[in-house]
């Protein structure tokens, strides 16, 4: 089992509706958790981060964690066309009890927003 | 502007030759990290650096070698490079620790025939 799941997509949304991203993770210990967009041809960019169980809410985009079922999601709503990109699921993992923690991502999934 | 700059965008080489890929932040972030991005594999970790003259391996560390003589440089070297290690290559910093947040560079597409 991969450490960090998302589906591939693409993940059709039409414009102005919602477009609802998923991601689960395997680290029951994991405590920090990220979301990444990006374009084409273009490098990662931080769009939200969540430590804590719950939503966390930034204009558009709102990030919802649930550490008991291992999952977080990533919500946008009022979809535009921009927001087309791929979005990448970040998750901080423990290796073992001497070792650093370290962030896995996640493939991605493509998300089009479709006028 | 401050920022993580890399160089070059793009390379071609060929299977055997060193290459040397740069990346340079100024913002005095402690952390920087490698990444290779490749189809179907996400992002993977090659090395990151907690530090200057603090080094550790990633997920993916073979073929690889880096320094870190300066806070703000972590290039990163091919030493014989070969054709499995065509990938876009990603550097990217972050302020305090391994699972902060990490700000990317524009990347290196690089190509190895």
């Known amino acids: 089992q991969k450490e960090v799941e998302q589906n591939s997509g693409p993940l059709s949304v039409p414009e102005g509706a919602i477009a609802s991203l998923n991601c689960t993770y395997s680290?029951?210990?994991?405590?920090?958790f990220f979301w990444y967009r990006q374009y084409s041809g273009k490098s990662p960019e931080l769009i939200m981060f969540?430590?804590?169980?719950g939503d966390k809410e930034d204009g558009r985009f709102t990030a919802q964690l649930n550490k008991a079922s291992q999952y977080v999601s990533l919500l946008i709503r009022d979809s535009q066309p921009s927001d087309s990109a791929t979005y990448l699921c970040?998750?901080?993992?423990?290796?073992?009890?001497?070792?650093?923690?370290?962030?896995?991502f996640g493939s991605g999934t493509r998300l089009s927003i479709r006028p | 502007d401050a920022g993580i700059t890399q160089s070059p965008r793009y390379k071609i080489t060929e299977t055997g030759r060193q290459v040397t890929l740069m990346c340079h932040q100024t913002?005095?972030?402690?952390?920087m990290f490698w990444y290779r991005q490749d189809l179907g594999h996400g992002l993977r970790l090659i090395y990151y650096s907690a530090a200057a003259d603090i080094t550790d391996k990633g997920e993916v560390p073979d073929g690889y070698v880096v320094s870190r003589s300066k806070t703000e440089n972590f290039p990163l070297t091919l030493e014989s490079a070969t054709r499995s290690q065509t990938s876009v290559y990603f550097c990217?910093?972050?302020?305090?620790?391994?699972?902060?947040?990490?700000?990317f560079g524009d990347g290196t597409r690089l190509s190895i025939l």
């Open positions: 990217a910093s972050s302020e305090e620790g391994e699972s902060q947040p990490q700000h």
């Open positions: 970040a998750v901080e993992v423990s290796p073992g009890y001497s070792s650093a923690s370290k962030i896995i």
């Open positions: 680290d029951r210990g994991s405590q920090s």
């Open positions: 913002w005095s972030h402690s952390y």
């Open positions: 969540i430590y804590s169980n």
